[in-house]
């Protein structure tokens, strides 16, 4: 089983929030946008500065970021992920969303087939579905 990983899905593991993926680390292959990386570390920077995480925790958190992001194959978001990000979706879609959703799209039409979509957000799952992923986490 391969799967896309959404950066909430990531960070309620590095963060050791409640409920993580119940099949995490059970894939064959994982993959994520290079979006992920951008979005986990804003985060991180947010609570930091509003106090919810001091330095310590954020060094950690990094780190533990980090050795996810090394196990994970990249997507790049190149000119043709943009564009496809561009294009009308069935249901109501975030820009960020929209960057996962259309790197998934195009990873599942390219090298993988049977990608499922794992995120914990309904909204971005609902968008998902409508084209055509299994989803899981939410």
Known sequence: MRVY???SIVLRVVLGQAEPLALWGKWDGACASELLGVEARRVLDRLRLEGALDDDEVGTFQSALARIERTLDGIRL???VLARAALPMATPVKTLDALHLASALLWRERRNPDLIFATND???ARAARAL????VGV
């Open 5 to 7: 990983l959404d950066t």
């Open 78 to 80: 190149t000119r043709l």
């Open 122 to 124: 309904p909204q971005q």
């Open 132 to 135: 055509g992923f299994e989803c």
